[in-house]
T-cell receptor, first 114, second 116 residues
């Protein structure tokens, strides 16, 4: 079975500073990788996804992530955060050939401060 | 385009009561699923369906039933609510991945359930 680890439960950062949210996964088969964002009292919204091809993936709101197969990581980055980026971020995987069943990490709360 | 609609948004139940959480999507997605979200545990898959008449269990199915009579609707039933089922429930839908492997899931706004 696959699993996802998000090591940081909370990440405080000042506005306009860069941020990296870490995600590591474990799977014996090939995976698809996703980052979702959840704003307070809302559902989840897809930020970006890696299916195949280029390992650097760009998403919405200026976020990007890099797939590193050797380190089994898919870290999310943004060069300059805004107060509106305050939200919870979830990394998720699904296995190729496994339909659309997503396995989520425990989430990282990003808090952007002035 | 409404996307994925969940009702109700909030619900308080007494232990032992039953209820149905509704989920409807208007994107003609074949795949629908239910997750529960608990603090510090992320989202965990309860049940899923790959099409009308086909359902299967996820990671945490105990205490929940589902059925899929139409493509649009995927209700989640709690037969006898327990305090351990206090959680936020999310419904999601997507196309079944074909050759593109595109597996983006669209989520509803969630149902916050409290069992007392």
């Amino acid at each position: 079975a696959q699993s996802v680890t998000q090591l940081d439960s909370q990440v405080p950062v000042f506005e306009e500073a860069p941020v990296e949210l870490r995600c590591n996964y474990s799977s014996s088969v090939s995976v698809y990788l996703f980052w979702y964002v959840q704003y307070p009292n809302q559902g989840l919204q897809l930020l970006l996804k890696y299916l195949s091809g280029s390992t650097l993936v760009k998403g919405i709101n200026g976020f990007e992530a890099e797939f590193n197969k050797s380190q089994t990581s898919f870290h999310l980055r943004k060069p300059s955060v805004h107060i509106s980026d305050t939200a919870e971020y979830f990394c998720a995987v699904s296995i190729t050939g496994g339909g659309n069943k997503l396995t989520f990490g425990t989430g990282t709360q990003l808090k952007v401060e002035l | 385009n409404a996307g994925v609609t969940q009702t109700p948004k909030f619900q308080v139940l007494k232990t032992g009561q039953s209820m149905t959480l509704q989920c409807a999507q208007d994107m003609n997605h074949e795949y629908m699923s239910w997750y529960r979200q608990d603090p510090g545990m992320g989202l965990r898959l309860i049940h899923y369906s790959v099409g009308a008449g086909i359902t299967d269990q996820g990671e945490v199915p105990n205490g929940y039933n589902v059925s899929r009579s139409t493509t649009e609707d995927f209700p989640l039933r709690l037969l006898s609510a327990a305090p351990s089922q206090t959680s936020v429930y999310f419904c999601a839908s997507s196309h079944v991945p074909g050759s593109t492997g595109n597996t983006e899931a669209f989520f509803g706004q969630g149902t916050r359930l409290t069992v007392v």
